[in-house]
């Protein structure tokens, strides 16, 4: 089936899928349930309407640059209702500088509609949360191929400038949902429903496969620094550094 390419990329994005009370935490990639949110804003449907046909599609993501964590504190405070009462404080992680492709397979009349409504969406697109705009270069376009051989066959889309600090080889990083027979990781992050009153959530397998290999040119990385940056593109964020730093 043919699939569409959704580049994310921007300074912050965030998708979480263990956020709980006042602690927002982020992925190491796009959630499936972020982007099906961000094409349902982009059809301008409701929060309460049905959203099985873009539950449906075949999701797979491929990581071109992990970027790094951060954290960040935001206080909250009723100023009408409690005026004396302190504000809370809330904890929420967000991945710097990172970039994904996201790979949506499914039947080609659907996804020229999704690729046409992303052009011009109804609703403000965000890379997870509101304070993570979507950028201009979203839509990359549809291929006549799988998730996964359109995410392989795609250039790398990191910059030409962002190369040169990293290895003459890059690995990256490819997870897409489990084919009917294949074991995976279970991720709840399949969108059952979005309606702010009873928000559900259903669990897919993913699996992680074979990485794309890169062959760096722009690489001035001597070997030492090469086997550490290697090192660090191929594991994604480091989540323990961005705590203690914090």
Known sequence: MPT???KMSGPLQSWGTQSRFRRRDAGHEPSKSGVIGMV?????RSR?????DLVSLRFAVRTDASGTLIRDYQTAKNWVKNPKDDASLSTRMYLSDAIFVVALEGERGQLEIIESALKKPVYPLYL??????AGYDLVVGIRDKSAE???RSLEWQMPEHRRQSLPKQVLLRIQRDALPGERGDLVEDIPVSFSPEHRQYASREVVSVEPVRVDNK???VSQLREEESFEKN???PDYMKAVVEA
């Open 218 to 220: 722009q690489s001035q």
């Open 4 to 6: 569409l390419l959704l």
């Open 149 to 151: 051989e359109a995410l």
């Open 40 to 44: 349902a804003a982009a059809l301008g």
């Open 234 to 236: 191929s594991s994604g």
């Open 128 to 133: 997870g949360r509101r304070a993570c705009p």
């Open 48 to 52: 309460n309407e049905p959203i099985d």
